[in-house]
């Protein structure tokens, strides 16, 4: 058979799925509002100015279903034997078949996001066991590939749950989840009539077809969304091209190629996972701080932010392509020139959660260092204090404190009138000439607890020189050890046998 004769099939798909889209999501999208079941408008994460319907990824399956079965049916008038195989279409349509539906009672109802996880391994655990398998990973510069082993059906799992999911986080403006997958979904369609994967080729064709069908309806403004249902069947169906194209390709396709080609909804994902663990959030929570809402913030319109994340989407695909060159140099400055432009976007976001990653990986060793030393001292300068033999020790010891500790003032307001103790403690500045100069936190610790001395200890420090220790370790030597050993040492039944009063020793004596 040749291979332009293989367009027929591809071409059959491609068109039936289109006008099935076309045709069926204006009755959904009626259906929906006629339940209302639509999506309203919360002047936070959703946009949208008025109710619209959801419940889209129902047009969507249908129309990829229909083009299949089409297919399997010209099949038997047209000689396509060896072209696919239409086992592969009927066991990612079972598959299809619980993610959509998951998503269509979530749409309806509202699902635990547990449960929609659940049945989403139970959807890839099925087309693993029926051929969907990521089996070797590879490096796409050598083209040397490690069998993964038992390895194998957690990260095909993974892989498929994590791309579902990836799209339900991207769809968040008009057109913008059923757009990238139409691009990623094109990518995909080159890459493997590129490589003769026609099987592969013509199940991307069907998906693409239903999802530019669907989108008619879908841009800004949207008269019906994709919902869960159309999200996360769109993520499970691109998941399922992607490993069914690259299990008979190249190295460089096994690897680079899907993941750049599916970048946009990866990226997007990592970076929502990313955040919430830094801030130490709910990672299924929703939030309205994706790429999409970032730049939104930096004033694009919303279809200049679609359209801005159509053109990244495209690059991405491009660059997919260039992966499949024979040559390592050439896919290795790929992937290195795609990682340094994606840091450098992300970077432009403003995320406050990646600006503190790289300062703690650029400096985190050294300070990381500094911050155990520090709380080492701390943890023996509450003993310390309370062995201090004298006021005049006790006042060493508190200012090699703040010193280390690096405060820029340290006084201590006595509420009862000791003019003896406040002359032994007088207001200190540490670095002449800068207070005032800068942004400052100001931390008073009060001295009355158990057994202290009715007394504050306020401190002064930059706030451009973060506290490189655990402040609670410095409240309790001072509140334990310091403001305990005041008590005991301005009394002249608490001076040290041998020694001289301790008042006697504060009024003679000058203070460090």
Same mark, same amino acid.
């Given at each position: 058979?040749?291979?332009?004769?293989?367009?027929?099939?591809?071409?059959?798909?491609?068109?039936?799925?289109?006008?099935?889209?076309?045709?069926?999501?204006?009755?959904?999208?009626?259906?929906?509002?006629?339940?209302?079941?639509?999506?309203?408008?919360?002047?936070?994460?959703?946009?949208?100015?008025?109710?619209?319907?959801?419940?889209?990824?129902?047009?969507?399956?249908?129309?990829?279903?229909?083009?299949?079965?089409?297919?399997?049916?010209?099949?038997?008038?047209?000689?396509?034997?060896?072209?696919?195989?239409?086992?592969?279409?009927?066991?990612?349509?079972?598959?299809?078949?619980?993610?959509?539906?998951?998503?269509?009672?979530?749409?309806?109802?509202? =699902? *635990?996001?547990?449960? $929609?996880?659940?049945?989403? !391994? #139970?959807? @890839?655990?099925? %087309?693993? &066991?029926?051929?969907?398998? +990521?089996?070797?990973?590879?490096?796409?510069?050598?083209?040397?590939?490690?069998?993964?082993?038992?390895?194998?059906?957690?990260?095909?799992?993974?892989?498929?749950?994590?791309?579902?999911?990836?799209?339900?986080?991207?769809?968040?403006?008009?057109?913008?989840?059923?757009?990238?997958?139409?691009?990623?979904?094109?990518?995909?369609?080159?890459?493997?009539?590129?490589?003769?994967?026609?099987?592969?080729?013509?199940?991307?064709?069907?998906?693409?077809?239903?999802?530019?069908?669907?989108?008619?309806?879908?841009?800004?403004?949207?008269?019906?969304?994709?919902?869960?249902?159309?999200?996360?069947?769109?993520?499970?169906?691109?998941?399922?091209?992607? =490993? *069914?194209?690259?299990? $008979?390709?190249?190295?460089? !396709? #096994?690897? @680079?190629?899907? %993941?750049? &080609?599916?970048?946009?909804? +990866?990226?997007?994902?990592?970076?929502?996972?990313?955040?919430?663990?830094?801030?130490?959030?709910?990672?299924?929570?929703?939030?309205?701080?994706?790429?999409?809402?970032?730049?939104?913030?930096?004033?694009?319109?919303?279809?200049?932010?679609?359209?801005?994340?159509?053109?990244?989407?495209?690059?991405?695909?491009?660059?997919?392509?260039?992966?499949?060159?024979?040559?390592?140099?050439?896919?290795?400055?790929?992937?290195?020139?795609?990682?340094?432009?994606?840091?450098?976007?992300?970077?432009?976001?403003?995320?406050?959660?990646?600006?503190?990653?790289?300062?703690?990986?650029?400096?985190?060793?050294?300070?990381?260092?500094?911050?155990?030393?520090?709380?080492?001292?701390?943890?023996?300068?509450?003993?310390?204090? #309370?062995? @201090?033999?004298?006021?005049?020790?006790?006042?060493?010891?508190?200012?090699?404190?703040?010193?280390?500790?690096?405060?820029?003032?340290?006084?201590?307001?006595?509420?009862?009138?000791?003019?003896?103790?406040?002359?032994?403690?007088?207001?200190?500045?540490?670095?002449?000439?800068?207070?005032?100069?800068?942004?400052?936190?100001?931390?008073?610790?009060?001295?009355?607890?158990?057994?202290?001395?009715?007394?504050?200890?306020?401190?002064?420090?930059?706030?451009?020189?973060?506290?490189?220790?655990?402040?609670?370790?410095?409240?309790?030597?001072?509140?334990?050890?310091?403001?305990?050993?005041?008590?005991?040492?301005?009394?002249?039944?608490?001076?040290?046998?041998?020694?001289?009063?301790?008042?006697?020793?504060?009024?003679?004596?000058?203070?460090?």
């Amino acid at each position: 058979m040749s291979d332009t004769f293989q367009f027929g099939p591809t071409v059959l798909t491609l068109g039936v799925a289109m006008v099935a889209a076309f045709l069926t999501t204006p009755l959904v999208r009626d259906f929906a509002r006629a339940h209302n079941w639509v999506d309203r408008p919360d002047g936070g994460r959703k946009l949208h100015l008025t109710p619209v319907p959801r419940l889209g990824g129902v047009a969507v399956f249908f129309a990829f279903a229909l083009a299949c079965f089409v297919l399997m049916l010209v099949e038997r008038w047209q000689d396509w034997t060896g072209t696919f195989s239409s086992t592969a279409f009927i066991h990612l349509l079972i598959g299809g078949v619980a993610v959509t539906a998951v998503g269509v009672v979530d749409d309806i109802y509202d =699902v *635990r996001p547990i449960v $929609k996880i659940v049945v989403q !391994i #139970a959807a @890839a655990c099925y %087309l693993y &066991a029926n051929g969907y398998q +990521i089996n070797a990973v590879s490096n796409p510069v050598t083209g040397e590939s490690v069998r993964l082993g038992m390895l194998s059906a957690p990260l095909t799992v993974i892989w498929f749950v994590g791309m579902s999911n990836a799209f339900n986080l991207i769809d968040g403006l008009d057109g913008l989840a059923a757009g990238v997958g139409l691009f990623s979904t094109s990518t995909l369609f080159i890459a493997c009539v590129m490589n003769n994967q026609w099987e592969t080729a013509i199940i991307a064709s069907a998906l693409g077809g239903s999802l530019l069908g669907f989108l008619r309806y879908n841009f800004n403004p949207a008269s019906i969304f994709l919902g869960d249902s159309g999200s996360l069947f769109a993520g499970f169906a691109l998941a399922a091209v992607a =490993v *069914r194209g690259s299990m $008979k390709s190249s190295a460089a !396709i #096994a690897v @680079a190629a899907p %993941l750049m &080609a599916l970048a946009v909804p +990866i990226l997007d994902s990592g970076i929502a996972v990313l955040r919430r663990l830094v801030r130490g959030d709910d990672v299924f929570r929703a939030d309205g701080d994706h790429i999409h809402h970032r730049l939104l913030r930096m004033g694009l319109t919303p279809r200049r932010v679609v359209a801005t994340l159509y053109a990244v989407a495209a690059g991405f695909g491009a660059m997919s392509l260039l992966t499949m060159s024979d040559r390592g140099q050439v896919v290795g400055m790929v992937v290195i020139a795609s990682s340094v432009v994606t840091w450098i976007g992300v970077q432009q976001l403003g995320y406050a959660e990646f600006a503190e990653i790289q300062r703690t990986l650029r400096h985190g060793f050294g300070k990381e260092r500094r911050s155990i030393g520090n709380n080492v001292y701390l943890a023996s300068l509450t003993q310390r204090m #309370a062995e @201090a033999v004298d006021v005049r020790h006790l006042d060493a010891l508190l200012m090699e404190a703040v010193r280390r500790l690096e405060f820029d003032r340290v006084e201590i307001v006595f509420d009862t009138d000791s003019p003896v103790l406040q002359e032994a403690f007088p207001v200190r500045d540490l670095t002449p000439g800068t207070g005032g100069n800068g942004p400052s936190s100001t931390w008073t610790i009060p001295l009355g607890g158990t057994g202290g001395c009715p007394a504050r200890l306020i401190l002064l420090r930059s706030l451009e020189n973060p506290a490189q220790f655990e402040p609670t370790y410095f409240l309790h030597a001072i509140q334990n050890g310091f403001a305990r050993r005041i008590v005991q040492l301005a009394k002249p039944e608490g001076a040290v046998p041998g020694r001289q009063d301790a008042v006697t020793v504060v009024r003679q004596g000058s203070v460090v």
